[in-house]
């Protein structure tokens, strides 16, 4: 049996709501046993530095162009990363042989091999004394891949414990994507359009939370039909998979004119139609839609989702923690950079070979 590593996964991003951490054993293959987790809720004024930092992102031409605000907004963010590993061994003491460190992503636009994620990976390794692969999106996007979602390897190891095959893992972070999951383990993956981060959005402008909380803003509105016609006319809902998206992809979708509620409405809609429409993609239809990351928690979502597609369950059902999955995902592949293994695929990036990815940085 290969030796188990020990690695934490943190994950902050597209989102703006917290820093997951995540503890698992793993030999980057076929072993996977998950550990202890804890969300690191950011506070209104992080939110802030960092919504201040993807206004300032969009002017980015480089990857390594740090203008005045998105210099100290990483310092800021990689010091929020270090207390949250602080706190969380802590309460969960370990020994950590490697951590996996995501950052936050301020643009992501692989069509100009383009991709920032915020976050001092030397600096983290440094104050936390343990090695950090940082970054790991950077050689898929710089060898013509979209270099999202990544994730899909690890969902691959968590089906192989699952009874039936194909299934698609669905994860709605600030951008949604799936991945399916054929019977020999082959994969298929995506951005299939936004997810939480225009909620979250509109809701800030409206209501002053960040949040649409357990979907009570959505229930009282009713979807626009226009504007959802409008935003499934662009082109990239034609586009075949692989293919990614940026936080702010549809920024241009103008909503203005809907009250608070309706416009709530529409963007859940929006949400669960384009995750919907993932299906004419896949090679064989699902025995399972499985939901990860914060979009399970709005009822709005989920219930419209479940009117759409067959069994739609959240990653709970299936023995998964649907808030760790991404954090799990980095911390594995942490250990498969540095086995120098793939962590994306030409069915998943579009890239034109399987390929690792990472940088590592030792204390």
Same mark, same amino acid.
């Given at each position: 049996? !290969?030796?188990?590593?020990? %690695?934490?996964?943190?994950? !902050?991003?597209?989102?703006?709501?917290?820093?997951?951490? *995540?503890?698992?054993?793993?030999?980057?293959?076929?072993?996977?046993?998950?550990?202890?987790?804890? &969300?690191?809720?950011? !506070?209104?004024?992080?939110?802030?530095?960092?919504?201040?930092?993807?206004?300032?992102?969009?002017?980015?031409?480089?990857?390594?162009?740090?203008? !005045?605000?998105?210099?100290?907004?990483?310092? %800021?963010?990689?010091?929020?990363?270090?207390?949250?590993?602080?706190?969380?061994?802590?309460?969960?003491?370990? +020994?950590?042989?490697?951590?996996?460190?995501?950052?936050?992503?301020?643009?992501?636009?692989?069509?100009?091999?383009?991709?920032?994620?915020?976050?001092?990976?030397? *600096?983290?390794?440094?104050?936390?004394?343990?090695?950090? =692969?940082?970054?790991?999106?950077?050689?898929?996007? %710089? #060898?013509?891949?979209?270099?999202?979602?990544?994730?899909?390897?690890?969902?691959?190891?968590?089906?192989? /414990?699952?009874?039936?095959?194909?299934?698609?893992?669905?994860?709605?972070?600030?951008?949604?994507?799936? &991945?399916?999951?054929? $019977?020999?383990?082959?994969?298929?993956?995506?951005? +299939?359009?936004?997810?939480?981060?225009?909620?979250?959005?509109?809701?800030?402008?409206?209501?002053? =939370?960040?949040?649409?909380?357990?979907?009570?803003?959505?229930?009282?509105? +009713?979807?626009?039909?226009?504007?959802?016609?409008?935003?499934?006319?662009?082109?990239?809902?034609?586009?075949?998979?692989?293919?990614?998206?940026?936080?702010? /992809?549809?920024?241009?979708?103008?909503?203005?004119?809907?009250?608070?509620?309706?416009?709530? #409405?529409?963007?859940?809609?929006?949400?669960?139609?384009?995750?919907?429409?993932? &299906?004419?993609?896949?090679?064989?239809?699902?025995?399972?839609?499985?939901?990860?990351?914060?979009?399970?928690?709005? $009822?709005?979502?989920?219930?419209?989702?479940?009117?759409?597609?067959?069994?739609?369950?959240?990653?709970? *059902?299936?023995?998964?923690?649907?808030?760790?999955?991404? %954090?799990?995902?980095?911390?594995?592949? #942490?250990?498969?950079?540095?086995?120098?293994?793939?962590?994306?695929? $030409?069915? &998943?990036?579009?890239?034109?070979?399987?390929?690792?990815?990472?940088?590592?940085?030792?204390?």
């Amino acid at each position: 049996m !290969s030796k188990l590593t020990t %690695a934490i996964g943190l994950m !902050s991003g597209t989102s703006l709501d917290g820093i997951d951490v *995540a503890l698992i054993r793993t030999d980057g293959e076929n072993i996977v046993e998950r550990g202890p987790s804890q &969300t690191y809720a950011y !506070s209104d004024e992080k939110r802030k530095i960092l919504r201040a930092a993807l206004g300032e992102a969009k002017n980015l031409t480089r990857r390594d162009e740090r203008p !005045s605000g998105l210099a100290r907004a990483e310092t %800021a963010l990689t010091d929020w990363h270090v207390q949250a590993v602080v706190s969380f061994l802590k309460t969960n003491p370990a +020994t950590i042989d490697v951590i996996g460190f995501h950052g936050q992503t301020v643009i992501h636009r692989p069509e100009i091999k383009l991709t920032v994620q915020l976050g001092d990976g030397k *600096a983290l390794a440094k104050r936390l004394g343990v090695p950090v =692969v940082y970054d790991m999106r950077a050689a898929d996007v %710089a #060898a013509g891949g979209q270099g999202a979602p990544l994730v899909p390897v690890y969902h691959r190891a968590l089906a192989a /414990s699952l009874p039936e095959r194909p299934v698609v893992f669905v994860n709605i972070g600030g951008v949604s994507n799936v &991945t399916w999951i054929g $019977p020999k383990g082959d994969m298929i993956a995506f951005d +299939t359009g936004p997810g939480n981060a225009p909620i979250d959005d509109w809701a800030m402008k409206h209501t002053g =939370v960040a949040r649409d909380f357990d979907g009570k803003l959505a229930a009282t509105g +009713t979807p626009n039909e226009s504007i959802i016609v409008q935003f499934f006319n662009q082109s990239y809902f034609n586009m075949a998979p692989p293919k990614s998206l940026d936080r702010n /992809s549809f920024a241009g979708i103008r909503m203005d004119a809907l009250s608070p509620g309706d416009g709530a #409405a529409t963007l859940v809609e929006i949400i669960a139609r384009s995750i919907a429409k993932a &299906t004419s993609w896949l090679q064989e239809a699902p025995k399972a839609w499985i939901v990860c990351g914060g979009g399970r928690h709005n $009822p709005a979502i989920m219930k419209a989702l479940q009117k759409k597609l067959p069994n739609v369950q959240p990653a709970e *059902a299936y023995c998964f923690n649907g808030d760790s999955v991404e %954090a799990e995902a980095w911390a594995y592949m #942490a250990v498969r950079s540095q086995k120098k293994l793939p962590l994306s695929f $030409p069915m &998943t990036t579009k890239v034109s070979q399987p390929m690792t990815g990472g940088i590592l940085a030792l204390p």
